[in-house]
């Protein structure tokens, strides 16, 4: 069972990217799919959380209209497209999933996770 994160890079403030998380040896069918940042010295935050429905989905209030979680089911695949990016956005991006309830964004409840992928915004 494996996450594979990609995507990330150097942008521009104001700019856009957009991250893939492939997973493999699972299908994400019954599980809630998450991304999660972490800034150097700060701690992990949950930026955007999807249901396994579709139907509920969580943003951390710095990202609510920038970004945007999206699944892949039939390629088991999750996207987080990430537009007008600011330097506060720069951090380790991670994917991951777990049988979580609803669109819940707490870390710890997530069982399987990418390795991360480097956003760094700055001009």
């Known amino acids: 069972v494996q996450l594979q994160a990609s995507g990330g890079g150097l942008v521009q403030p104001g700019g856009s990217l957009r991250l893939s998380c492939t997973a493999s040896?699972?299908?994400?069918?019954?599980?809630?799919t998450g991304w999660f940042r972490q800034a150097p010295g700060k701690e992990r935050e949950g930026v955007a959380c999807?249901?396994?429905?579709?139907?509920?989905?969580h943003y951390a209030d710095s990202v609510k209209g920038r970004f945007t979680v999206s699944r892949d089911k039939s390629k088991d695949i999750i996207y987080l497209q990430m537009n007008n990016l600011k330097p506060e956005d720069t951090a380790v991006y991670y994917c991951?999933?777990?049988?979580?309830?609803?669109?819940?964004?707490?870390?710890?409840?997530?069982?399987?996770w990418g390795q991360g992928t480097l956003v760094t915004v700055s001009s």
């Open positions: 040896g699972i299908s994400l069918n019954g599980y809630g």
């Open positions: 991951a999933i777990g049988r979580v309830y609803g669109s819940s964004c707490v870390g710890p409840e997530y069982t399987t």
């Open positions: 999807l249901s396994d429905s579709g139907a509920d989905i």
